[in-house]
């Protein structure tokens, strides 16, 4: 798909890692861009973007949030046949290689570790939407 | 720091820990915003030390803690410093202590001791992920337990000084 037509969805609890990878996608031309503070939040923002026929076409989720974390988030989007082809970027400062694992096991299309720097995600996201079909016109 | 195979890091060692620390915390500034730090001086505190403590206006506190060894590491700034730091991470002036910068804080606290319990953990350490805590208050000071050795790094940065500080006690 063309980049900078990609609506992202940002699932974080910390404001400063939103803000940071806005600022990323900013630089690639990306401005469809939306944010939830926990798991929970983001779901129900896929699950109404999914009724309403607007889908996102990337997520970057936190693995440690309140209210629900992100691998139960993953779980869930994953579970649904609707968003299952979903591509989540699991975000953490968890380096265990456990996590890693878990979360390509649970469907996670890649995984960052904090701290991160621009030339590591814009490389994620141009090839995550690269390989995401063009959006129907309306 | 590359960790030698099987040996683990004498804890009492506070250069060699400063200098992980300082690692930690220069590759996260690297990594989100493409600067260098610079190592300023190591004070150990102990006993009295602790007493004698700088004055900071925002500290982010986390828990370094294995099954059987406890500790807390910490990173404190002045209004003055911060401020730009923030506003660098963000792309925004940040101008006050708010909930945003408390926010940022925490997770620079959270990132830098991501990275430190891994190169601990190179070491032969168990140390686990902990929640972070931000204390703010003008001219506040950060104390520690009368039985722990506590570290602190002074770091400088482009905007001015801050305080990585590294404690255990049982070790």
């Known amino acids: 798909m063309n980049i900078p037509e990609a609506k992202i969805l940002l699932v974080d609890d910390f404001s400063m890692v939103r803000a940071s990878i806005k600022n990323i996608l900013k630089d690639l031309g990306i401005t469809n861009i939306h944010e939830a503070k926990d798991g929970q939040q983001g779901l129900d923002m896929l699950a109404e973007a999914q009724s309403k026929k607007e889908p996102f076409d990337l997520v970057f989720c936190d693995w440690n949030m309140p209210n629900m974390s992100g691998i139960d988030m993953l779980k869930e ?8 082809d979903l591509p989540i970027v699991m975000v953490t400062a968890e380096r265990d290689r456990a996590n890693v694992v878990q979360a390509l096991k649970q469907g996670a299309k890649d995984y960052v570790v904090k701290p991160f720097n621009k030339a590591q995600i814009s490389k994620k996201i141009e090839r995550i939407l690269m390989q995401t079909p063009a959006r129907a016109s309306a | 720091m590359a960790a030698e195979q099987g040996s683990l890091l004498d804890l009492s060692r506070g250069d060699q820990l400063c200098q992980i620390v300082f690692e930690c915390v220069n590759e996260t ?34 828990g370094v803690v294995q099954d059987d060894l406890e500790g807390t590491f ?31 804080v ?66």
Not at chain 2, 121 to 126: A, I, L, R
């Open chain 1, 77 to 84: 989007v994953k579970s649904r046949p609707e968003m299952s």
């Open chain 2, 29 to 62: 500034f690297y990594q989100m915003t493409q600067t260098n730090l610079r190592k300023g001086q190591v004070r150990v505190f102990n006993t009295e030390g602790s007493l004698i403590n700088y004055k900071h206006d925002i500290s982010g506190i986390i």
């Open chain 2, 74 to 104: 910490s990173l404190s700034f002045s209004s003055e410093t911060v401020f730009p730091i923030l506003s660098e991470f963000y792309s925004k002036d940040i101008k006050k202590i708010d909930d945003r910068a408390i926010d940022s």
């Open chain 2, 106 to 171: 925490a997770e620079l606290t959270n990132v830098v001791y991501g990275l430190l319990k891994e190169s601990l953990n190179d070491y032969g350490y168990g140390f686990k992920m902990c929640l972070p805590i931000v204390v703010m208050g003008p001219n506040h000071k950060v104390f520690s337990p009368l039985s722990a050795t506590k570290w602190s790094q002074e770091i400088h940065t482009n905007h001015g000084t801050f305080w990585a500080e590294l404690l255990f006690h049982n070790f």
